[in-house]
């Protein structure tokens, strides 16, 4: 007799994305700090898109940005622009989410990179991995360096470096300085130094390019720097409205730069591990990736407790100071610190030459000194490596020097 055979159905769910995708997605835009508003908002975009999807029989698996532009063509046309960037910035954020998820593949890249770009990439790495400079200063370096590969290409005609001479360098050099202040053409000279040195090092170059790099000059000492008196200081510290979330946390911020002279970029690198609370210290990440500790002052500890109670909301990122818009993030760039000391001068109603968060160390070792703290004190606080780099503080103890100068000679000098 014939064995008994089962015929087990299978049931496959049908194609194209599920509501419980949709959900998990706007679940993915909580974690990331986004508004109820928002939420609600780019999830019924994603549910109209989702619904779309299995209506067109497309596996989810095969979903590219292509689909995402016809949806938004099959929308009618009477919608409004804003409404459609809407729609693209929604569809933009689930395309992301399911690449996370793995639930599509990772885009491919439209085209090989180009000669140029490979280059770059490779002299980036060796900054990184045999200089040991920090991202800050690969970032710094990059533009350069690619405005430099760009004038090689509209002067030559050729991609090739190994054809490059000296007078290119020079020309390059002289046509860029003249629209740069001197201690931004200081850059440019050090990063087309730097690569030019690195591609002889490679080979790509049979003669070191990097000679015909002048230095270029800047007058130690030659001006004064700008400060702010300490009831200044106080006046902007004063000025940040601490009811709100932005005012808690840019107070903090301010007073990290004021109090303990922290950089930009060090400030921007706080993490949350690194304030020490029962020890009472900070670690604060300087130049050259050197570890540093500063004491936690009371009033610098109490703003970073209530930001980071108060204000900082959940998130992946480990860095103290975050976006106050989602994606809920650290913020990025030094120019975010920069912008924080900017808008709290404009509030005081101050409106010094230099208007950076930089402004707030000048003045704190200008302040230090003036009270009586010796140049070898001053260093330790700001974390001087050389003892000149302090010296350019003694030009603003104005009391001291009164003492020390000598009288104007009179009209027919002494006899």
């Known amino acids: 007799m014939p064995k008994n055979i089962v015929v087990t159905e299978v049931h496959s769910s049908p194609p194209g994305l599920s509501d419980a995708d949709v959900t998990a997605f706007a679940g993915s835009l909580t974690r990331c700090g986004y508004s109820e508003v928002t939420i609600q908002t780019k999830r019924q ?28 063509k099959a929308t009618p046309r009477r919608s409004k622009a ?9 569809l933009r954020l689930l395309f992301n989410y399911l690449r996370i998820e793995g639930r599509i593949p990772a885009r491919a890249p439209s085209s090989p990179p180009l000669p140029d770009a490979v280059l770059q990439d490779r002299f980036e790495t060796y900054l990184r991995q045999e200089r040991g400079l920090s991202e800050r200063s690969v970032q710094a370096y990059r533009p350069f360096i690619h405005n430099f590969l760009v004038d090689r290409v509209a002067n030559l005609g050729s991609p090739c470096v190994a054809a490059l001479v000296a007078e290119n360098v020079r020309d390059f050099l002289l046509k860029c300085i003249r629209k740069r202040p001197t201690k931004r053409s200081r850059l440019l000279g050090t990063a087309i130094r730097s690569f030019l040195r690195f591609l002889f090092q490679r080979g790509e170059t049979v003669v070191d390019l990097s000679l015909a790099v002048p230095t270029i000059r800047q ?12 009831e200044e200081v106080e006046q902007v510290l004063r000025a940040c409205d601490q009811t709100t ?37 900070i670690l604060v990440r300087g130049k050259g990736r050197v570890l540093e500790r500063l004491p936690l002052l009371a009033d610098i500890g109490g703003a970073l407790a209530l930001y980071v109670q108060k204000d900082r909301s959940h998130s992946t990122s480990r860095r103290v100071f975050l976006r106050t818009r989602a994606p809920r993030v650290g913020l990025t760039t030094q120019t975010a610190v920069a912008a924080i000391a900017r808008r709290a001068l404009a509030r005081a109603g101050l409106r010094p030459a230099l208007r950076g968060a930089h402004l707030f160390r000048y003045s704190l070792a200008t302040t230090m000194i003036r009270r009586g703290a010796s140049m070898s004190e001053i260093g330790e606080i700001l974390r001087h490596r050389s003892p000149d780099t302090t010296e350019i503080y003694a030009k603003v103890d104005f009391e001291t020097l009164r003492a020390v100068a000598l009288p104007w000679p009179a009209i027919g000098g002494g006899r």
């Open 45 to 72: 975009i994603a549910a109209s898109f989702a619904l779309w999807t299995r209506q067109k029989q497309i596996a989810v698996v095969d979903l590219r940005e292509a689909h995402g532009a016809k949806y938004l």
């Open 82 to 90: 804003a409404r459609r960037a809407v729609k693209r910035a929604a």
């Open 219 to 230: 007058w130690r000492q030659a001006s004064v720097h700008a400060f702010l008196l300490p």
């Open 245 to 281: 979330p932005v005012g808690r946390r840019d107070h903090a911020v301010l007073l990290l730069l004021a109090r303990l002279g922290l950089r930009a970029g060090e400030v921007l690198g706080l993490e949350l591990g690194d304030i020490q609370w029962r020890t009472g210290e």
